[in-house]
Antibody
Framework: EVQLVQSGAEVKKPGESLKISCKGSGYSFTSYWIGWVRQMPGKGLEWMGIIYPDDSNTRYSPSFQGQVTISADKSISTAYLQWSRLRASDTAMYYC?????????????WGQGTLVTVSS | QSALTQPASVSGSPGQSITISCTGTSSDVGSYNYVSWYQQHPGKAPKLMIYDVSNRPSGVSNRFSGSKSGNTASLTISGLQAEDEADYYCSSYTSSTTVFGTGTKVTVL
């Protein structure tokens, strides 16, 4: 069974750093892209970027380029989303998802989400 | 990249059919047959309902169907059921990234 299990909820202060994780199981982790999606409170889905764990090839959405870092450790089948300095506007639910299709273009399995709250 | 445009809300009675539109541009929806649709119930992760415009993943009811014409894609839910009440998002590949739609809240009356 394909599963993506994300790390738990985080409460941080503005200016702090954070790294959240997404562990894949039940499939060949190095054979599929992993993507990250943001959902701010009461808002829609936003595409952040994707990574190919086998070679760490990464593509960022223009809106998130330079704002976050996506990485992966294929030895432990885990992808990461990282911030060096959090802002209150980073408060959101963050989902990871496995990607399939050409380019690749759609998410067939999703993690349960990680809620990040940034507040002083 | 701007978000694809969806109606904020669509409603229907049980058993009826509804259609949700997803309007993009010639740079995204109009250029690629890589439109997908996701269902999201409150407090839950999104679920893939349609991929590559009109393909249904295994396990998704055949009451859900997708299509595309020009810069607009559509999701049709036939035989509307109470469990279909949720938010729906389209997405499209565009220029080495992906863009989501603004989202549509489906209400079953």
């Amino acid at each position: 069974e394909v599963q993506l299990v994300q790390s738990g909820a985080e409460v941080k202060k503005p200016g702090e750093s954070l790294k959240i994780s997404c562990k894949g199981s039940g499939y060949s982790f190095t054979s599929y892209w992993i993507g990250w999606v943001r959902q701010m409170p009461g808002k829609g889905l936003e595409w952040m970027g994707i990574i190919y764990p086998d070679d760490s090839n990464t593509r960022y959405s223009p809106s998130f380029q330079g704002q976050v870092t996506i990485s992966a450790d294929k030895s432990i089948s885990t992808a990461y989303l990282q911030w060096s300095r959090l802002r209150a506007s980073d408060t959101a639910m963050y989902y990871c998802a496995r990607l399939k299709g050409s380019y690749p273009s759609f998410c067939d399995y999703w993690g349960q989400g990680t809620l990040v709250t940034v507040s002083s | 990249q701007s978000a694809l445009t969806q109606p904020a809300s669509v409603s229907g009675s049980p058993g009826q059919s509804i259609t949700i539109s997803c309007t993009g541009t010639s740079s995204d929806v109009g250029s690629y047959n890589y439109v997908s649709w996701y269902q999201q119930h409150p407090g839950k992760a999104p679920k893939l309902m349609i991929y590559d415009v009109s393909n249904r993943p295994s396990g998704v009811s055949n009451r859900f169907s997708g299509s595309k014409s020009g810069n607009t894609a559509s999701l049709t839910i036939s035989g509307l059921q109470a469990e279909d009440e949720a938010d729906y998002y389209c997405s499209s590949y565009t220029s080495s990234t992906t863009v989501f739609g603004t989202g549509t809240k489906v209400t079953v009356l």
